[in-house]
């Protein structure tokens, strides 16, 4: 048959108009002196040079072209060749399997993505993040998904990646799952929504990005598919898939197919028996001719030979073990027993497994189809009849009933028997319309006797009528089928004559029956006999075709199968049957020779004899054909002749760069498909397993060295396999080793150690991301591996960390470099135009920064991504902090050299210190490292300097600001840092510095303070020393100096330093204080100022402050701060005291006046009697009321300015207490003074009218109720009271105009 999807029609077609096509070129190839001697006067080159060349150069030149064009064609040939021949093997490897089968617990390979899947990924990406898509997500996504585009799909190690062959849509998926999985566990709670909800939710939006617009429905059915045929394929596909191996065509591939009889298990079971056959000759003739592979060591010559014999041993009892199958195109793959059958050593002994008639054992279905029932004419047209059949010995079966006039049925019967030549029986019957008939009446019978090759289609049979059936023409149409058993091979009858069996010659009915893969047996048998009555046992015959014989009558075409002792001849009366007959018994002899058909020999032999003989079968008529386009040496070729080594090397290798190139990532792995073929082949031809091994290290090598991907694991997997056989390990139980496999071990396991060292070396672009999963961790455990002398002693720890470390050195220099060509390419892209320009300080210290953010970015990645190699050496995070710490070092050069440049005591370079600062000190591993500790050394003095100008030019600014100080008052900064965006305070947060030496620093008040003034606090220069010592010290603690000595020193500095400027501070404003009191009026027209307000405010903020900027948990420093307090305390009692005097200065001139009315002076007595006179004619005003008012108005004002614009409380209400008192005193003290003297109507009123308001004044003030009714108060009360009552008595109270001491509103309502 021809292939299995087309017919014999159309491949007739197909195969004409192809080799018309191909055998073209082919056809100068087989012309070329290598294949023929006539062939070498076929080309012409004074013929061939004139169709190519327009014009005639000389003999040489056109002599030298064609040899190279011949050679180049005689290569071609020859690869075509080989490889057709190749073709053959495997075809017959897929076709009848018995040591392999297609494994199904290989991993699955995902597909990968090609360079244009990952332009398309980019601009969907592109897309979303451009808000040009319909996908729905929150701030936190969007920022996920751009830094995932930035750093992985931007990456050009991605793009690496993807060329390699080695990405697939998995791998990005799961770096973007990792790459976001800190994120959201960073996120804050929140309630109802667990962190595996947000995970999953930004997974689902990530695979919507990925996917784009494609229907995924439809993707999912694609890739169920694909991963189908991923698994296991059939036979077609596992032909299609050698023939775009090999570069077979399809015309080829059916004339092979057709030829080969691939769809005939008992072929190719035959064809293998005569592999197996050859190769127990091929291992004796080696023994004999001692013709040895060269071995390490001579006694492994006789092992060789034992090992050759068991193998083909091996595989006999796998075939043995294979069901005996009638077969076809559509049988399965079997798992094959691979247990070694010891007593199979020689299938072609005598007197070994000899059959018994018992043995054979055949058992047939047949199938009776009655259709109708012909010349039944006797009967009335309503009588009815009916059929029986049976087979002899078996059960019988009757149709359904018909009419006479109609007898059609078409019932089907069916039965077994174990007859080769079953007797079947059909009787026809009608009812008999008798009473007293006991039975129905028989009409005809039809016996017959039908083989497996009899006719399946419905015939009419003559039937043998009963006596009493007028009906004499009976005849009834009637089909039987009889199917051959699996193992009948071949069925017929035949003229036979032997020398021990059939002594007589006589036609016989003879079955070829296998009994098992080597055991097949000619048996005689007779009509309804289940045994045979004779058999032959074919072990060890040969048979071919032979002349008639004389003197034996019937038969036309002989055969025999002759063995040494005995000879059988055959004889069939038709050519094709004796072809078939002979084609079954040579695949059931298993001989070497293949008997060629006389009529094939004399067409061979016939000048024009093309045409095919009428009377030969399919397969040989497929046979001439392939003969015909030039396929039968290939066909016809001894595999034991072959060099299976090399050959399996070339499938191996082309198989491989498939595989590579198919839609899989499958890093150099084969497929299921694949490897059951190669598999199938190594165990059929015998490859030695360590060169197989080899060979596929040597290819992945080279596919590796070129920049493929290839799973460490899989170099491992066959590195330990050819270690073991070299070292005498016996993985696959082979013993010898040749002097090719050790060498050629040692050279693969050179080579090797080099890729793994280089691979490690550039472990960020060989295992870009941590992909592929365990990549790393693999590599590192091969080169361990790699590293050991043999295969028991492990290889000290101390050398495989040697060789690690000084590859993660190499790898810190890797690193750095292409890290600092790409922010050179990256600066380019961003301003082309500074491209070839000077580079100023500036902006090398802005490429340094940005180098910096790279540097820190690998660093993190190493620790995400590649930290898997702690899981194959403990050690492994060791050696990366070293590789960490060499990679710093060299990233400290630039930046070192980029700092030299730098103008002196410029501060741009602190966020550089910042940003590396933050980074390692976070690491456990880097932090204070040696990296760590220069960064520290290079700034400290950077820092110390700083702190020194800080420390000047705040002083300076102490200095001027109160020499020009006016103490208007201003919003606090510091209160005001929530709302406020302060400039330069920001990441770096450093106070703006304008520092031009020899000049020392200075800070100026920002210009914006005034704006943003809503309310009185402390003045312009307090307000900006607080700001300043504030943002130094926040600027060095937003440092994290990770020194701790160094930090603390600083630290203690800062409050040290911030306790002398708030000293001076206090100082300063103390001084300021008492020049303003004394420059201000003693009179009741005084009015407290708001500069004074300002300054208690500057002392309340400079207690406030003092205790943020001065506080620290040491003794010496926390008994400084108290001083700073105790130092504000005292100033601030002062200031009140200060206060308090000049309020006592005032009232003591309010009293100085009424002194004048005292008693007994002249000018009391003058203004007594003037008053006295006047007040007959006129009225007279009240005298010396203006003067209590004008003081109580200067008390209420001043209490009031001091209750709005002091910020402190309790300093308010010391001094209104100390106030209060003091005035008590001094009106006390005055009355005393006056004890013996009567008061003056004037002073009595003025005094009641002060007193009694400041009381009430006071008290409204919230001055205790203790203070208020001292023992002073008292004193002046009782006195005024008595004074009083004593004015009563003698002007009889009109004189007071309503003032009294008592507790009446009235008068105060009225002067109000």
Not at 360 to 368: G, N, R
Not at 425 to 441: C, I, R, W
Not at 860 to 886: C, I, R, Y
């Amino acid at each position: 048959m021809l292939d299995p999807s087309s017919s014999e029609e159309e491949s007739e077609d197909v195969v004409e108009e192809e080799s018309k096509e191909v055998m073209a070129p082919q056809a100068g190839a087989r012309l070329s002196p290598s294949r023929t001697s006539e062939s070498s006067g076929g080309l012409q080159p004074s013929s061939r040079s004139s169709s190519v060349r327009p014009s005639s150069p000389s003999p040489s030149v056109v002599s030298e072209k064609e040899k190279e064009e011949m050679e180049k064609l005689q290569k071609e040939e020859e690869e075509r060749k080989k490889k057709l021949q190749l073709y053959v093997f495997v075809m017959r490897c897929i076709a009848y399997p018995f040591n392999a089968k297609q494994p199904t617990d290989m991993a699955r390979r995902q597909q990968k993505i090609s360079k244009q899947q990952l332009q398309t990924v980019k601009d969907r990406f592109q897309a979303f993040l451009n808000g040009e898509t319909q996908i729905v997500a929150d701030e936190a996504f969007i920022n996920a998904v751009q830094s995932y585009y930035e750093v992985f799909i931007k990456s050009d190690r991605v793009s690496r990646m993807v060329q390699s062959g080695g990405c697939s849509a998995n791998d990005s998926r799961e770096v973007f799952k990792k790459h976001i999985e800190k994120r959201v566990r960073s996120l804050p709670e929140i309630d109802g929504l667990s962190k595996e909800t947000v995970l999953s939710s930004w997974m689902a939006k990530f695979d919507a990005i990925y996917r784009g617009e494609e229907d995924p429905r439809k993707q999912q059915a694609r890739m169920t598919a694909s991963a189908a045929s991923e698994l296991i394929l059939s036979k077609e596909q596992l032909y299609e898939m050698f023939q775009q191996i090999l570069g077979i065509k399809k015309f080829e591939h059916q004339l092979l197919y057709n030829a080969c009889q691939l769809d005939n298990p008992d072929e190719q079971a035959a064809q293998i028996r005569r592999e197996l056959d050859g190769r127990l000759q091929m291992a004796d003739q080696i023994a004999r001719e001692r013709k040895f592979l060269k071995f390490v060591s001579k006694e492994m010559e006789s092992m060789f030979i034992e090992e050759l014999k068991s193998s083909v041993n091996l595989l006999m009892a796998n075939l043995e073990s294979m069901p005996v199958s009638k077969g076809g195109s559509e049988f399965k793959l079997q798992k094959l027993k691979r247990g070694h059958n010891t007593s199979i050593i020689d299938m072609g002994e005598e007197n070994e497994n000899q059959l018994s008639k018992s043995d054979v054992v055949l058992s047939f279905t047949l199938e009776v189809v009655i259709m109708e029932v012909q010349g039944l004419k006797s009967l009335a047209p309503n009588r009815i009849v009916y059929c029986t059949m049976e087979v002899e010995g078996g059960e019988k079966l009757q149709t359904d009933q018909a009419e006479a006039s109609k007898p059609t049925w078409g019932t089907q019967g069916d039965f077994t028997s174990t007859h080769p030549l079953p007797a079947v029986k059909v009787k026809l019957f009608t009812e008999s319309t008798g009473v007293l008939a006991l039975e129905d009446k028989e009409l005809g019978r039809v016996v017959l006797h039908p083989t497996p090759n009899s006719p399946k289609q419905s015939e009419l049979h003559k039937m043998t009528v009963s006596k009493n059936c007028p009906d004499h023409d009976l005849k009834i149409k009637l089909a039987v089928r009889m199917d051959k058993p699996q193992n009948m091979k071949h069925c017929g009858y035949l003229w036979a004559i032997g020398k021990n069996v059939w002594k007589r010659w006589k036609k016989r009915f003879f079955v070829l029956v296998q009994v098992s893969q080597y055991t097949f047996a000619m048996c005689s048998y007779r009509e309804k006999k289940a045994e045979p009555q004779e058999l032959l046992q074919l072990d060890g015959y040969t048979v071919d075709y032979t002349d008639p014989q004389p003197g034996l009558e019937g038969g036309r075409t002989f055969f025999n199968a002759v063995k040494e002792g005995d000879t059988v001849i055959f004889a069939s009366d038709d050519e094709q049957d004796r072809i078939l007959w002979v084609q079954a018994m040579y695949r059931a002899t298993g001989q070497s020779h293949k008997p060629v058909p006389p009529t094939q020999v004399q067409k061979l032999n016939a000048k024009g004899g093309n045409a095919p003989q009428m009377d030969a079968p399919i397969s040989q008529f497929y046979a001439d054909r392939a003969q015909k386009h030039g396929m039968d040496e290939f066909i016809s070729a001894n595999p034991c002749n072959f060099d299976h080594a090399s050959l399996f090397e070339m499938v191996q290798r082309l198989t491989l760069d498939h595989r590579l190139n198919d839609s899989y990532s499958c890093l150099g792995w084969f497929s299921p498909g694949q490897v059951f073929v190669l598999d199938e082949y190594c165990a059929r031809n015998g490859v030695r397993g360590c060169h197989r091994h080899l060979c596929y290290l040597n290819d992945l090598l080279e596919r590796a060295e070129n920049g493929a991907m290839i799973d460490p694991t899989l170099l491992h997997y066959s590195f330990a396999f050819c270690a073991s056989h070299v070292h005498g390990n016996r993985p696959d139980g082979i013993g010898t080793v040749t002097v090719e496999e050790k060498e050629r071990f040692e050279e693969i396991k050179e080579r090797l150690r080099l890729l793994l060292e280089n691979q490690i070396t550039h472990f960020r672009y060989c295992f870009p991301f941590g992909r592929p999963e365990g990549a790393l961790k693999a590599t590192l455990s091969l080169l361990e591996r790699v590293l050991m002398k043999d295969i028991v002693t492990p290889v000290p720890q101390e050398e495989v960390k040697t060789v690690i470390r000084k590859c993660l050195e190499q790898a810190a220099l890797v690193n750095y470099t292409r890290l600092s060509e790409y922010a050179k390419v990256e600066e380019n892209q961003k301003d082309p135009e500074n491209v070839g320009r000077l580079i100023t300080p500036a902006k090398k210290l802005e490429d340094t920064v940005r180098l910096a953010e790279l540097v820190i970015e690998v660093l993190q990645q190493n620790e995400e991504h590649h930290a898997e190699g702690k899981e194959a050496f403990a050690w492994w995070s060791d050696l990366m902090v070293e590789h960490a710490e060499t990679f710093l070092s060299l990233f400290a050069v630039d930046m070192d050299a980029a700092l030299e440049v730098q103008s002196p005591d410029t501060w741009d370079s602190f966020p550089l210190f910042q940003l590396l600062n933050d980074s390692l000190r976070s690491d456990y591993n880097l932090c204070n490292g040696k990296f760590h500790k220069h960064l520290q050394d290079l700034f400290a003095p950077l820092v110390v300097r700083y702190v020194d100008l800080m420390e000047s030019s705040i002083a300076q600014s102490i200095h001027r600001g109160f020499e020009r100080e006016s103490w208007e008052p201003v919003k606090s900064l510091t209160s005001n840092l929530p709302n406020v965006n302060l400039p330069n305070v920001n990441l770096p947060k450093i106070p703006n510095l304008p520092v031009n030496l020899p000049q020392m620093p200075s800070i100026s008040t920002p210009s914006w303070m005034a704006a943003i003034y809503d309310s009185d606090n402390g003045s312009g220069t307090s307000e900006d020393l607080f700001w300043k010592l504030d943002a130094l010290q926040t600027f060095i603690r937003d440092l994290h100096w990770p020194e701790e000595e160094f930090g603390k020193h600083l630290e203690q500095r800062l409050k040290l330093m911030s306790s002398d400027m708030i000293e001076s501070c206090v100082k300063r404003t103390r001084i300021a204080f008492e020049a303003k009191l004394q420059k201000s009026s003693r009179s009741t027209d005084f009015r407290v100022p708001q500069s004074i307000c300002t300054m208690f405010n500057v002392m309340v903020d400079a207690k406030a402050q003092s205790a943020k900027l001065c506080a620290m948990e040491m003794g010496q420093e926390k008994q400084y701060h108290s001083q700073i307090d105790t130092l504000i305390e005292e100033t601030v009692k002062e200031m009140i005291t200060l206060l308090v005097a000049k309020f006592a200065v005032i009232l003591e001139g309010v009293l100085a006046k009424l002194s004048r009315y005292d008693e007994g002076t002249l000018f009391s007595s003058f203004l007594s009697f003037t008053v006295k006179a006047a007040s007959k004619y006129v009225e007279v005003p009240k005298p010396g009321m203006d003067v209590a008012d004008a003081y109580v108005t200067f008390v209420r004002h001043s209490q009031d300015i001091l209750r709005d614009k002091v910020n402190e409380e309790i300093y308010i209400e010391r001094l209104f207490d100390q106030w209060y008192t003091s005035s008590m005193n001094l009106i006390c003290t005055w009355l005393t003074d006056r004890m013996d003297l009567q008061l003056h109507l004037y002073q009595l009123k003025i005094l009641i009218r002060i007193v009694k308001k400041k009381y009430r004044d006071f008290r409204l003030q919230g001055v205790l109720d203790s203070t208020l009714n001292s023992k002073m108060y008292d004193t002046v009360r009782n006195r005024l009271t008595l004074e009083e009552a004593t004015s009563s008595v003698s002007e009889g109270g009109a004189g007071l105009q309503g003032i009294t001491m008592r507790d009446s509103d009235e008068e105060d309502e009225d002067d109000d």
